[in-house]
């Protein structure tokens, strides 16, 4: 123990020492070092600090000389030149999942669609505007097209079109609505011809049956419209035993939905008859029984039954083959009858 302390104590001596000698190193140093004023150094010329006076010749020859006004303005400039704000970092952006990104697009689309579809819009709307003010488009000619019963004048006045008006001042439905108010029109198209033209083309019904009614008789087409009543008889069969009652025989109305049940077993029987030449023979067609149809041929003095809508075809033939065979006789053609059974039966009156 007394080792180990004897030989601490020694090597703070030793410490104390060393700092001592550092210490009288650097005030040597500072001793040794020359000043101007004490010494002269060769080559080498002491200067005197400027006097008072001399100082104040200066200042005053200073405002006297003309100054360099331009690096003053640049100093101000630069004095007044912000400081350069330091950039704050940007916080990263969080990360978008694809599907967000994809409705972001989505709704980017959208809004472009729109604005495209609204200039477009406003675009329209003016050149419609500005063709229907326009003396350019004013109508001076209508053309009708496709009509055989009803007249050119009678037409134009039921459109209530009127020269000289603009043609898109025209609403084609309206037209289209006002003209089909006569029955026998189905269809009607208008087409405008730029400038100044406007084309009617007319669909008409045609007459294809008559209902005789109080003297007169009823034009019936092939969808059973009611065309009109006149008194005079069209070259066309005539339909007995319709059930529509006869205050509703009005020009556009239709018959009963049991008379346009028959309707369509009458046209089968007239298509038929045509295909195998006997339709202008036919001048009568007997409905009143949906499963007992008769068909009258006057100009042959013969009324074939066919009985109901089944076998048409083969009841039609079996008809012109009797007709051929009874040329020159009166009488009842029965087919009304199973034909694959029995034979068919001309009854001749007496």
């Known amino acids: 123990?007394?080792?180990?302390?004897?030989?601490?104590?020694?090597?703070?001596?030793?410490?104390?020492?060393?700092?001592?000698?550092?210490?009288?190193?650097?005030?040597?140093?500072?001793?040794?070092?020359?000043?101007?004023?004490?010494?002269?150094?060769?080559?080498?010329?002491?200067k005197e600090e400027p006097s008072k006076k001399q100082n104040n010749v200066k200042k005053k020859t200073s405002h006297n000389?003309?100054?360099n006004t331009k690096k003053k303005i640049e100093t101000k400039k630069e004095k007044q030149k912000p400081q350069k704000q330091t950039k704050k970092k940007s916080m990263p952006r969080p990360a978008?999942?694809?599907?967000?990104?994809?409705?972001?697009?989505?709704?980017?689309?959208?809004?472009?669609?729109?604005?495209?579809?609204?200039?477009?819009?406003?675009?329209?709307?003016?050149?419609?505007?500005?063709?229907?003010?326009?003396?350019?488009?004013?109508?001076?000619t209508i053309e009708v097209e496709g009509n055989d019963f009803i007249g050119k004048r009678e037409i134009i006045s039921l459109s209530q079109i009127q020269i000289e008006e603009n043609t898109f001042a025209l609403n084609k439905n309206k037209v289209r609505k006002q003209i089909k108010e006569n029955a026998y029109i189905e269809e009607v198209k208008m087409i405008r011809k730029l400038p100044s033209t406007i084309i009617l083309q007319i669909q008409e019904r045609k007459p294809a049956y008559l209902l005789e009614y109080a003297g007169s008789y009823v034009y019936v087409d092939k969808q059973g419209y009611m065309l009109?009543?006149?008194?005079?008889k069209l070259e066309l069969?005539?339909?007995?035993?319709?059930?529509?009652?006869?205050?509703?025989?009005?020009?556009?109305?239709?018959?009963?939905?049991?008379?346009l049940i028959k309707l369509s077993t009458v046209l089968k029987i007239m298509e038929l008859a045509q295909?195998?030449?006997?339709?202008?023979?036919?001048?009568?067609?007997?409905?009143?029984?949906?499963?007992?149809?008769?068909?009258?041929?006057?100009?042959?003095?013969?009324?074939?039954?066919?009985g109901n809508n089944s076998n048409l075809n083969t009841k039609m033939l079996t008809?012109?083959?009797?007709?051929?065979?009874?040329?020159?006789?009166?009488?009842?053609?029965?087919?009304?009858?199973?034909?694959?059974?029995?034979?068919?039966?001309?009854?001749?009156?007496?």
């Open 65 to 67: 000389k003309p100054t």
């Open 96 to 140: 978008i999942s694809p599907e967000e990104r994809e409705k972001r697009n989505r709704k980017r689309k959208r809004a472009q669609f729109l604005i495209k579809y609204g200039m477009l819009s406003v675009l329209f709307i003016a050149v419609i505007l500005c063709a229907m003010y326009s003396p350019l488009f004013a109508i001076k």
């Open 1 to 46: 123990m007394d080792s180990f302390y004897y030989e601490e104590e020694k090597q703070k001596a030793k410490k104390r020492k060393n700092l001592k000698k550092q210490r009288r190193r650097k005030e040597n140093e500072e001793n040794n070092r020359f000043s101007f004023d004490e010494e002269i150094v060769i080559g080498v010329t002491k």
């Open 237 to 259: 069969p005539i339909l007995q035993g319709a059930i529509t009652k006869t205050e509703d025989f009005v020009a556009g109305n239709r018959l009963c939905r049991e008379d």
């Open 319 to 350: 008809v012109k083959a009797i007709l051929e065979k009874t040329e020159g006789k009166a009488g009842d053609i029965l087919v009304n009858i199973d034909l694959n059974k029995e034979y068919p039966v001309f009854r001749e009156r007496v």
């Open 275 to 306: 295909t195998n030449e006997m339709e202008s023979l036919i001048t009568r067609i007997d409905i009143e029984k949906e499963d007992d149809f008769k068909i009258v041929m006057e100009t042959k003095e013969k009324t074939a039954y066919l």
């Open 228 to 232: 009109e009543i006149n008194s005079e």
